[in-house]
């Protein structure tokens, strides 16, 4: 079955910088686009970066541009979330999630969340 195993959350100071991994299994990794979904303290969900399959295409919400990077490494099955110069809006649960197909757009799988904490 389909397992996706986040891991990098903590408490961390406005400015500082953290890195999400996300562990995947039961599935043909490569062929799959895959998300980065946040929900933050009372809000809904929020869609913060997708990659494609390749790893080639990739898109961030306008306010993680320049601050996120995603990426993956198809050899280990695993998706990565690299966060700098983090702000206590980035605060949140993070969900890793797996594609329909080799695009990011819809979320079929998601893992149990990575919390994340910035704050003084």
């Known amino acids: 079955q389909v397992q996706l195993v986040e891991s990098g959350g903590g408490l961390v100071q406005p400015g500082g910088s953290l890195r999400l991994s996300c562990a995947a299994s039961?599935?043909?990794?490569?062929?799959?686009?895959l998300s980065w979904v946040r929900q933050a303290p009372g809000k809904g969900l929020e869609w913060v970066s997708g990659?494609?399959?390749?790893?080639?295409?990739?898109a961030y919400l306008d306010s993680a541009k320049g601050r996120f990077t995603i990426s993956r490494d198809n050899a280990k099955n695993t998706l990565f979330l690299q966060m700098n110069n983090l702000k206590p809006d980035d605060t949140a649960v993070y969900y890793c999630?797996?594609?329909?197909?080799?695009?990011?757009?819809?979320?079929?799988?998601w893992g149990q969340g990575a919390r994340v904490t910035v704050s003084t």
């Open positions: 039961g599935f043909a990794f490569n062929s799959y686009g």
């Open positions: 999630t797996k594609s329909r197909s080799s695009t990011y757009s819809v979320h079929q799988y």
């Open positions: 990659i494609t399959n390749s790893g080639i295409t990739v």
